[in-house]
């Protein structure tokens, strides 16, 4: 399926934003028909590259040819009739509009002013069916899950007749079921000459997928190979520009007394008697499918929702959490899943956000001590090696893994005993994620009591000493021998 | 945005550069120095003034200061040509000469003094003396610019609390009707039960404080509305501004309450401290006060918080209810004080004040760089906003702009500022 001139040529492109280079004369070739991995570590450039392609960023130089003729990219509309599609890993649909009106969102089928609702509503039911997903398009985005609302944009990309699609962490919400449906529709997208760009972190699913694989680090192209030229461990290699013998660090686990008892949990339809338990030391990890019910239950736990039932015990004593300042105040600390949405404040700074849960031990007298705030932030910063220019850096212009930094540093900060960290290595290179286990082990052998959760099974294994699988609101099983267990045993428990 | 401010003083003070004239005390004193000045010998002086206010500081102190340095005055003439007329046939009848007349800006003018020669001849050629002019913006003159701050102190002062509003992303538009209904309940209290026009320090003060307390309950009120039921800020406060207008002028029965006493008027007239007007001195202690807040306190950083992402706020152990109680209570107490001080002005309370103050006052926010999506906010920044209408508004009257064109006027440049603040910001 490769035509004489490749359908997309990225040549020489160089972005500088103040104070970084973050792409130095990167080069790109995508072929009609062929999907190109695009991996590398978060701050390689990935995210720029796309923005220059997607028209919202513009180059300082390089060229950008499609099918061997060079074409201005200077807005997003010129990306949209040069045939480019991207979808975001951060959603771009309008909540409150229904699926089918936010596909049409922008190029309306219309007939003599009046919108061709019919028609439209007709077009995207089509299109859902092509993609093999039941989606009511008539209910507001706002309510379909967040699994739903990626297959909405994915769905809104088709129907722009794209024939450059790039997909940036579309698996991350998505069940390994809709995650099939999704290679299924991305190899029916290859046999009409689509050219497709893959971004991910899941290298597993780059095997299963890809053609081709483009390596970005530091801002230019380190390797372009094809996919079954290349091993995982050549991959990571390049990524990160040395060779990680483990993914996971070693650990020797030292657990000790019962820290935290949750007994009988519940929560409407969402979390169904949910017991769990974590010790000192040790590291519960909680998986199971998106949509199981492990984000709402230590929620519960958190105070960040009320719960209909069940008992909070923390070193044999019960306790009324009523609301994260409660939780927090005893010790307990929540790195949600959302980071963006939930875990920062974006138009702050880093100070600022990093001082926000710590100002009741940071002030005297209702007076902050801002000095002692920025010692402890500096030492984080140490800690942690979070790349940012000064602490006053806004929130929002940092990467995401230095973002999720950020966020951990507030919580380590507070000292909590009982740490819960939702998913947190979404979205993280792969040099990042190591340093993130390399702390939870520090924080596990310190005598804290973690829980992870976790969509993935390499991960789960790699850092438990103990797993709880749930299934649409309740445990389905508990895992205690995690060396000699098995990702199929997970997923068998994650699905009965 | 003190660019801007800057930049509209410096464009006022262009438009208003004339020539100007002292009075007063300042007058007396340059007339009494150009006197001795030019006459080394006890000279003989006429000092000669009108109706005008000052006259009667340039007089005596004049008189004053010559007196103590040997000169002779000869006579005083106060009011009209005619009188000074009077005063020169009485030295010409007394066989007496005159070296000099000193005259104010106005009275030099007269067209008596024109042609001495011809009319007096027998009092020598007596010089007339006025005080020496200068350039200078009408628009920078100390009296201008005291004005200004008077002027603006009651809604720079109720933008203080709507500062804090507005960075945890809400909005009050209560704040005019309790500034009605606080001016109303004090006045009320003072002539009721406070004893009106004998009424002593202490009654007036209680008066007050009980008027800005009830204010505080309205927007207790509010804050659980907001909180409790959930209910968005610009409905709660608009309801609340609908009552609150009611109640001031159920209470007042349609009228302006003015049987106060005259003491009342300290707060809002008064100017004790270094010439400043009180109220300008309130207004800057309680900036001081909220920057400090907003700066340096944990309460001021979870304000801050709340309204940059309520959400991860509340994941992060910020008291979000209790914050927000605290921003619409505040608000309350400061529209419910500028009630009192706009009382105390004005001598009377009265359901018509503070009209469409609020829209004033999220204007000077709002001019001053706080962002209406919450999170951001400088105090500092609503001052200058505060300053920055006064001024427009100030510096029109000075040009002598009609009254409904200022309105016009007023919108624009508002507008004009805020873009050119965010150009540069941009930049």
């Known amino acids: 399926m490769i035509?004489?001139?490749?359908?997309l040529e990225m040549r020489g492109i160089v972005k500088s934003f103040p104070g970084v280079q973050a792409l130095r004369g990167v080069n790109l070739t995508l072929h009609a028909g062929e999907v190109l991995a695009l991996l590398g570590e978060n701050g390689a450039g990935k995210s720029t590259l796309m923005k220059v392609l997607g028209g919202a960023d513009h180059a300082d130089q390089g060229g950008i040819l499609i099918d061997g003729r060079e074409i201005p990219f200077h807005s997003l509309k010129d990306s949209r009739s040069a045939g480019v599609a991207v979808i975001y890993q951060e959603f771009n649909l309008v909540p409150s509009l229904t699926a089918s009106e936010n596909l049409f969102l922008g190029h309306e089928i219309t007939r003599g002013g009046f919108v061709a609702r019919n028609?439209?509503?007709?077009?995207?039911?089509?299109l859902f069916k092509r993609l093999g997903v039941e989606i009511d398009i008539d209910t507001p985005c706002r309510r379909l899950s967040t699994a739903q609302q990626q297959l909405v944009e994915i769905a809104k990309a088709l129907a722009f007749d794209a024939r450059i699609i790039v997909m940036d962490e579309p698996s991350?919400?998505?069940?390994s079921y809709e995650v099939g449906r999704l290679f299924e529709i991305i190899r029916d997208l290859k046999r009409q000459g689509i050219g497709i760009i893959y971004i991910s972190h899941r290298l597993d699913e780059i095997a299963a997928i890809a053609d081709r694989v483009t390596v970005l680090r530091d801002g230019k192209n380190v390797g372009d190979r094809p996919i079954k030229q290349i091993t995982r461990n050549e991959m990571i290699e390049l990524m990160v520009?040395?060779?990680l013998k483990d993914e996971f660090p070693k650990?020797?686990?030292?657990?000790?007394?019962?820290?935290?008892?949750?007994?009988?949990?519940?929560?409407?339809r969402t979390v169904q008697n949910v017991s769990l338990t974590v010790?000192?030391?040790?590291?519960?990890a909680l998986t199971g499918l998106v949509g199981a019910g492990r984000t709402e239950t230590v929620r519960l736990i958190f105070g960040a929702d009320a719960r209909d039932a069940g008992t909070i015990r923390l070193d044999g004593k019960e306790l009324t959490i009523r609301s994260p300042k409660e939780a927090i105040s005893l010790g307990i600390g929540l790195l949600t899943e959302d980071r963006k949405l939930q875990g920062l404040i974006l138009k702050h700074s880093v100070r600022e956000n990093f001082g926000l849960p710590n100002l009741t031990w940071l002030s005297h007298r209702g007076f902050v001590r801002q000095s002692r705030e920025r010692r402890e932030l500096d030492h984080y910063i140490g800690l942690l090696k979070i790349k940012v220019s000064n602490q006053e850096q806004i929130s929002n212009h940092l990467s995401g893994g230095n973002q999720q930094k950020v966020v951990l540093s507030k919580w380590l900060a507070r000292n909590c005993e009982v740490l819960i960290f939702d998913e947190p290595t979404r979205g993280i290179d792969v040099g990042a994620k190591y340093e993130i286990y390399l702390l939870m082990n520090e924080l596990a052998a310190a005598g804290k009591a973690i829980i992870?959760?976790?969509s993935e099974f390499p991960e789960v294994?790699?850092?438990?000493?103990?797993?709880?699988?749930?299934?649409?609101?309740?445990v389905t099983g508990e895992i205690k021998d995690v060396r000699q267990a098995t990702q199929e045993q997970i997923m068998q428990l994650a699905m009965s | 945005m003190v660019f801007v401010l800057l930049l509209l003083c410096a464009f006022f003070s262009a438009k208003t550069y004339k020539e100007q004239s002292p009075t007063g005390e300042a007058a007396a004193k340059d007339v009494a120095a150009a006197i001795l000045e030019d006459f080394k010998n006890a000279p003989r002086v006429l000092i000669v003034t009108s109706e005008q206010p000052g006259d009667a500081a340039f007089s005596k102190k004049l008189e004053r200061d010559l007196l103590a340095s040997g000169v002779r005055i000869l006579g005083i003439a106060k009011g009209e040509p005619k009188d000074a007329r009077e005063a020169l046939q009485k030295i010409v009848t007394a066989s007496e000469k005159l070296e000099a007349i000193a005259c104010t800006q106005v009275t030099g003018g007269w067209l008596l003094f024109s042609d001495l020669k011809t009319s007096f001849p027998a009092l020598g050629e007596p010089k007339v003396i006025t005080p020496k002019t200068y350039r200078w913006p009408d628009f920078l003159k100390s009296d201008n610019l005291l004005n200004i701050a008077n002027q603006i102190a009651v809604i720079a002062i109720v933008a203080i609390g709507m500062t804090l509003v507005i960075i945890t992303g809400g909005i009050d538009l209560s704040v005019g009707s309790l500034l009605a209904l606080s001016a109303v309940l004090a006045a009320k209290f003072i002539r009721d039960f406070a004893g009106g026009m004998t009424a002593t320090p202490m009654g007036m003060l209680l008066a007050c404080v009980v008027s800005i307390l009830l204010c505080g309950v309205v927007g207790l009120f509010s804050g659980l509305m907001i909180t409790r039921f959930g209910i968005p800020p610009f409905i709660v406060t608009l309801a609340m501004m609908l009552v609150g207008s009611g109640l001031a002028y159920i209470i007042a029965k349609g009228q302006s309450i003015y049987q106060i006493s005259d003491s009342f008027v300290w707060l809002g007239r008064g100017a004790d401290f270094f010439e400043l007007p009180n109220a300008v001195v309130l207004m800057l202690i309680l900036y001081a006060l909220a920057h400090i807040l907003m700066s340096r306190m944990k309460q001021g950083r979870y304000l801050y918080a709340v309204g940059g992402n309520r959400e991860a706020a509340r994941l992060s152990g910020v008291p979000v209810q209790r914050v927000l109680m605290f921003a619409y209570i505040a608000s309350a107490l400061l529209a419910g004080l500028g009630g009192v001080i706009m009382a105390s002005q004005l001598k009377s309370g009265s359901p018509t004040y503070g009209t469409m103050y609020e829209l004033y006052v999220i204007a000077a926010v709002v001019v001053g760089g706080t962002s209406l999506s919450g999170g951001e906010g400088k105090m500092f920044g609503t001052l200058t906003g505060a300053f920055t209408i006064a001024v427009i508004q100030n510096g029109m009257n000075l040009t002598d702009v009609e009254s409904y064109t200022q309105k016009v006027v007023l919108g624009l440049v508002i507008l004009g500022a805020v873009l050119l603040d965010r150009n540069r910001h941009r930049a």
Request: proline share 2%; aromatic share 0%.
């Open chain 1, 119 to 126: 028609q439209e509503r007709r077009s995207a039911t089509e």
């Open chain 1, 279 to 284: 010790r000192r030391g040790e590291i519960l």
């Open chain 1, 251 to 268: 650990r020797n686990s030292m657990i000790g007394a019962t820290r935290l008892e949750a007994t009988g949990l519940r929560r409407g």
């Open chain 1, 241 to 243: 520009g040395r060779d």
């Open chain 1, 461 to 474: 294994l790699g850092m438990a000493d103990r797993i709880l699988v749930m299934h649409e609101g309740r």
């Open chain 1, 172 to 175: 991350a919400t998505l069940t």
């Open chain 1, 3 to 7: 035509d004489t001139a490749p359908l």
């Open chain 1, 452 to 454: 992870m959760i976790s």
